[in-house]
């Protein structure tokens, strides 16, 4: 059974930084495609970045690019999003996600290929 467990959110103030953790379990995902989205209150859940886990190529949103940062460290089985420059406006629960499929297509912004999901951590940026 495939787990995400994510961690690192917090109240941070606008221009600072922070760093996500997604500790993955339950089996290899080597070929997996892992991903960062993001839900704020009355919006739409968001792509925020991706990558393949396997490769280490990575994918961001336009509104992220050149301020975040996503990595995998193979060892420890995790998945982080370095958070700088941080906006108001990035304020949202982050989730990690998981695409068991990631060997065969491209990463996708859509969330229904993700298959797997963390409970997400909240991470609120003030003015």
């Known amino acids: 059974q495939v787990q995400l467990v994510e961690s690192g959110g917090g109240l941070v103030q606008a221009g600072g930084s922070l760093r996500l953790s997604c500790a993955a379990s339950?089996?290899?995902?080597?070929?997996?495609?892992m991903g960062w989205f993001r839900q704020a209150p009355g919006n739409e859940r968001e792509f925020v970045a991706a990558?393949?886990?396997?490769?280490?190529?990575?994918y961001y949103a336009d509104s992220v690019k050149g301020r975040f940062t996503i990595s995998r460290d193979n060892a420890k089985n995790t998945v982080y999003l370095q958070m700088d420059s941080l906006k108001p406006e990035d304020t949202a629960v982050y989730y990690c996600?998981?695409?068991?499929?990631?060997?065969?297509?491209?990463?996708?912004?859509?969330?229904?290929?993700?298959?797997?999901w963390g409970q997400g951590t909240q991470v609120t940026v003030s003015s």
């Open positions: 990558i393949r886990w396997s490769a280490g190529n990575t």
């Open positions: 339950g089996r290899s995902f080597s070929t997996y495609i």
């Open positions: 996600a998981a695409d068991p499929l990631g060997g065969f297509r491209s990463p996708s912004v859509d969330k229904k290929y993700y298959a797997y």
